[in-house]
């Protein structure tokens, strides 16, 4: 009997629009099942297995995942059934964690059948190989984030049925084991893999590159401020890379860095097509995907194929929402404060002068002078979505200080026998679901296009996995760590300028605190924080399980150690004093959600994930992570 290979037809449809660009290829109908002379001879059968490895591929903070975006405090989550984020105090050891070596297993068959597949032109039988190991490589690459050294597993293992499966039970390798072969299998295949910048849903050797710098960089972060942890290691080197390491994993991330920005995987170039409103431009970075040469490595989406997701109806402005449903993701004041003057200092907002509060003519002024990266990434009350005002302000100010509000979006309230409305539409309302709790919206990967903040047409608006600017951003750390601080300054200006900060950092400026303030403001809600946090060995600092007060909140901006416990919020109000000047202009306070009862504490024993009591039972070579 001829052995078959069988695939889900939903698992073939997701996988085929997700990765391969060709759209007529995408609107060819899928088989659920095929035989192995198929599987192995005919390339678009390959390509359907392979687009189905592609759609498994692991992520974090992705726009099918809003809540975990909103999991570290640069946000706040709107939405009833999520406010025990804000209310936990720690974080599980299990979270985060993954350990699929099913995924594993059916890519090292791919991998081993595919080569011996001579009924295959051998073009594509060296792509296909080359973007199995891309696959295999970063899923190794996540678990490696995650869960320090693991087994590596290169063949597909088969139990014989003998009774004895020790022969299938390995030990954890080093965890500088694993990046290392993450960084080597990306250096195999990187010239096997098509040089494209049109190609974005599949692998190439931008993307291959882009991993290689990014697990470099990582590993030699490992090494050098691991020390600063010394109990977060185990003596064999499962978890832990040892300090003298730092330095080659550097020199290896700034060379592939440069590799890309000089051109060598193909032309990318950073996102500047709107030129004209740099706020704008940043914006459509994330949304536009006509000329963006910026994205490396994406997973896409295609409305004609009815591949969506519902990021923007889960965060869009609800007041002018297509379907009144939105708001989740509420920006934290943390985040915002991190964005800089154009004169490049730090500064809190401005809510007082002297004793008074400080007066603005619109809810948007107090934002004004800031890099564009600010509003490009938070949507601020006063500003435009799909050409209508956000509406966002919590009540009117009365001339005795107290205020005048309402319970429900755009709530009136009588003042001297007047109606007059007494809180935005969107908000913020403590407490109230998808109202602005903080005083902002997200807008990054918020889709400007009509219907897709409707159930029933949704988003198509890709997740970057890779780009150009983060790219710039790994030279920069890299280039500093190695005390090129002057090589660190120009890739670092290259993208300050993009965000309308023109005046240049000199080589003196570069400090640590820099490079992670660069990364926080470029890299918002990409999925990075959670790894640069614990790679630098600051996660236990920086979410040290204290509350924040106000006036700790505006103080140390762009310090790298800086506390974030607890999401804030800043909230505008509007005078209502007839026949004073300043009436009907704006005040801001500061306002911690009245949900927010806990402040997130990261334990050693955070730096990496739980290996389940299952895995250990069943391979006793497995031995457990440090501080659990």
């Not at 032309?267 to 970075?285: I, R």
């Amino acid at each position: 009997m001829k052995k078959l290979i069988t695939i889900t037809s939903i698992a073939i449809a997701t996988s085929l629009t997700g990765c391969l660009k060709d759209d007529s290829f995408l609107q060819k109908s899928p088989t659920d099942v095929f035989s192995e002379e198929q599987m192995w001879s005919d390339p678009t059968v390959t390509i359907t297995w392979l687009g189905n490895a592609y759609s498994r591929y692991y992520d974090i903070e992705t726009v099918e995942d809003w809540q975990t975006m909103v999991n570290f405090n640069d946000a706040f989550p709107s939405d009833n059934g999520v406010y025990w984020r804000v209310q936990n105090s720690e974080w599980g050891y299990g979270e985060w964690g993954s350990w699929d070596y099913g995924y594993i297993r059916d890519l090292n068959l791919f991998i081993k059948k595919c080569t011996a597949a001579e009924k295959l032109k051998e073009s594509d039988r060296n792509r296909f190989v080359a973007e199995a190991r891309f696959l295999r490589a970063s899923y190794y690459f996540e678990l490696v984030k995650r869960m320090g050294g693991v087994p590596l597993l290169l063949e597909p293992e088969q139990y014989d049925f003998g009774g004895d499966p020790t022969y299938l039970q390995h030990p954890r390798a080093k965890e500088s084991a694993i990046y290392d072969f993450v960084i080597s299998e990306a250096e195999a295949i990187k010239d096997i893999l098509p040089t494209s910048t049109a190609e974005k849903g599949r692998a190439t050797k931008g993307a291959a590159l882009a991993m290689q710098a990014r697990a470099a960089l990582y590993a030699g972060s490992i090494a050098k401020y691991g020390v600063n942890t010394p109990s977060v290691t185990l003596p064999g080197g499962e978890v832990g890379i040892p300090a003298e390491k730092a330095s080659a994993y550097y020199q290896k991330a700034l060379q592939v860095a440069k590799d890309i920005i000089e051109g060598k995987a193909g032309e990318y170039t950073l996102y500047k097509e709107k030129q004209g409103d740099l706020v704008e431009n940043f914006a459509a970075l994330f949304t536009s995907k006509s000329n963006n040469k910026e994205a490396i490595f994406v997973e896409d989406y295609k409305l004609q194929s009815g591949k969506v997701h519902p990021y923007t109806i889960q965060n869009q402005p609800r007041y002018t929402a297509e379907e009144q449903e939105g708001g989740r993701i509420n920006p934290s004041l943390n985040l915002a404060l991190q964005f800089e003057k154009l004169d490049n200092t730090f500064a809190p907002f401005v809510t007082k002068n002297g004793s008074d509060y400080a007066y603005y003519n619109t809810p948007s002024e107090i934002f004004a002078g800031r890099d564009a990266r600010l509003g490009g990434t938070i949507l601020l009350p006063g500003t435009l979505f799909k050409g209508k005002p956000v509406d966002i302000w919590a009540g009117l100010q009365l001339p005795d200080g107290s205020v005048v509000t309402s319970s429900n979006p755009g709530g009136t309230q009588k003042i001297n026998n007047v109606d007059y409305q007494a809180v935005g539409f969107d908000g913020p309302i403590n407490g109230y679901a998808f109202s602005a709790q903080t005083g902002f919206y997200v807008r990054k990967y918020l889709d400007p296009t009509t219907g897709s903040g409707q159930r029933g047409v949704q988003s198509d608006v890709w997740f970057i996995r890779y780009r150009l600017g983060e790219i710039y951003l790994i030279a920069a750390e890299a280039a500093f760590e190695l005390t090129e601080k002057a090589t660190a300054a120009t890739y670092l200006n290259t993208l300050r300028a993009r965000a309308g900060l023109t005046t240049p950092l000199t080589a003196a400026d570069v400090t640590f605190d820099r490079i992670v303030h660069e990364r926080r403001v470029e890299l918002a809600f990409e999925g990075h924080t959670l790894f640069d946090m614990k790679r630098w060995r600051l996660a236990h600092i920086v979410w040290d399980g204290n509350p924040i007060t106000a006036a700790e909140l505006n103080t140390n901006l762009g310090v790298a150690s800086k506390r974030n416990t607890q999401p804030w919020g800043l909230w505008p109000y509007k005078i209502h004093d007839p026949g004073n000047p300043n009436h009907g202009k704006w005040i801001f306070k500061e306002v911690l959600p009245n949900r927010v009862n806990a402040s997130d504490r990261f334990r050693f024993g955070n730096y990496y994930s739980f290996i389940g009591d299952n895995v250990i039972s069943r391979n006793p070579q497995i031995i457990r992570n440090p501080n659990q």
